[in-house]
């Protein structure tokens, strides 16, 4: 049973143009979402997070964008760069306050020059 | 200076071997994970460490063990290793209530043939 559902496994967008990135989650109990971005051989690094009282998160390129009701979140970089070539997680946590972070499967973005 | 840093990189292994994985962490954060990212790109949460102590672990075979010597390291032990267990295991690090902000070693890749 997968709560945190990334559908798309891959993008590709042009360079300069606007990347979203879509998840989807079920458990209603979840109270912050994160987007990591990972390179191959390395691990995933934080990128930008969403509480769930806000609906908005901008962090220079980066916004993500939260729907509570639909339990939608999506994260837009724009303008999108080659850099920005890499898998992208989106996670989600609930209050225990264990730390425990549940991942989606990884959507694959391409920036092509 | 690395971070987070995970022992070895890559670990190729017959079945039935025992082998372990290190992480060590110089954040000087009290919570650590081992996560597991099997052949579908999801990453799975194994065990969690606050402090030494023990607060997550999922449903994982008792062939895993994790051990925590101080709030800087947790190693991952493995027993009779099966084929199954194939994947890349991530530690990751992250300050109390830190709201999700894991700092993620590069991996480990175990191949069990």
């Known amino acids: 049973d997968q709560q945190v559902k990334q559908n798309s496994p891959s993008l590709s967008v042009q360079e300069g143009r606007i990347s979203i990135l879509n998840c989807d989650y079920t458990n209603s109990m979840f109270d912050y979402f994160l987007w990591y971005k990972k390179y191959p051989a390395e691990g995933p690094t934080f990128l930008i997070s969403i509480s769930s009282i806000k609906d908005k998160n901008e962090d220079g390129r980066f916004t993500v964008f939260l729907n509570k009701s639909a339990k939608h979140l999506s994260l837009h970089i724009v303008p999108s760069q080659p850099g920005d070539s890499a898998v992208y997680f989106c996670?989600?946590?609930?209050?225990?306050?264990?730390?425990?972070?549940?991942f989606g499967q990884g959507t694959t973005l391409q920036v092509k020059p | 200076d690395t971070a987070v840093s995970q022992t070895p990189k890559y670990l190729v292994t017959q079945m039935g071997n025992d082998k372990s994985i290190k992480c060590e962490q110089n954040l000087g954060h009290d919570t650590m994970y081992w996560y597991k990212q099997d052949s579908k790109k999801f990453l799975k949460i194994m065990f969690s460490y606050n402090n030494k102590e023990l607060i997550i672990n999922e449903t994982v075979p008792n062939r895993f063990s994790p051990k925590s010597p101080d709030k800087a390291h947790l190693n991952l032990h493995i027993n009779s290793l099966e084929l199954g267990d194939s994947a890349v295991y991530f530690c990751?690090?992250?300050?109390?209530?830190?709201?999700?902000?894991?700092?993620f070693g590069s991996g480990t890749r175990l191949t069990v043939v």
């Open positions: 996670a989600a946590s609930g209050s225990s306050n264990t730390g425990k972070l549940i």
């Open positions: 990751a690090s992250s300050p109390p209530l830190g709201q999700g902000t894991y700092t």
